[in-house]
């Protein structure tokens, strides 16, 4: 498997779990997932401001009959975390969280936002699990994915520089 396809086996695994309807920030280390989730039909995509913003409106879309999924980096995670708790958690609204790990062992930087992020998942009581290869992905989207729904939980995925293909890229 070469070590660009992550972003693609994402997209698609996305879709094969049932993953209809998309919130994102722009976001330089997360570019090439996003263009190929923008430029995919079957996938509505809404460009969010801020990232708690895209907890509101998965609920909505949701609520409409959607699957829904917010990708962001951690640091959009952590200002998520208001929305999580006040419209996901109590009013049961499965979310795909599709979250860069920042500061992930073996990153340069951001290793304090690294630190945080799993205790806060398991403080929210978020399961969560992290990518590390690109051979998990279809399976670990499809079982997220079917955990979020069945909860009526928001579960995440960390997603690592490996399973993006950019371990040995500069942002």
């Known amino acids: 498997m070469a070590e660009d396809n992550g972003p693609q086996l994402i997209v698609e695994s996305?879709?094969?779990?049932?993953?209809?309807?998309v919130t994102s920030l722009p976001d330089a280390n997360?570019?090439?997932?996003?263009?190929?989730?923008d430029a995919d039909p079957e996938l509505t995509h809404v460009t969010l401001a801020r990232e708690e913003e895209g907890v509101g409106i998965c609920a909505g879309a949701y609520m409409g009959g959607l699957m829904p999924a917010v990708i962001m980096q951690n640091g959009g995670f952590l200002n998520s975390c208001n929305a999580l708790t006040t419209t996901a958690l109590n009013f049961n609204i499965p979310i795909l969280l599709l979250i860069y790990y920042a500061g992930d062992l073996g990153d340069e930087g951001f290793s304090m936002l690294?630190?945080?992020?799993?205790?806060?998942?398991?403080?929210?009581?978020?399961?969560?699990?992290?990518l590390r290869s690109q051979h998990e992905i279809r399976a670990t989207i499809k079982g997220a994915t079917t955990l979020a729904i069945d909860s009526r939980r928001p579960v995440a995925l960390l997603l690592t520089k490996d399973?993006?293909?950019?371990?040995n890229e500069k942002i």
């Open 163 to 167: 399973v993006l293909g950019m371990r």
């Open 114 to 130: 690294g630190s945080v992020t799993e205790p806060v998942l398991r403080g929210l009581g978020i399961r969560y699990r992290v």
């Open 14 to 21: 996305m879709k094969e779990a049932g993953v209809s309807f």
């Open 30 to 37: 997360l570019q090439k997932l996003l263009a190929l989730v």
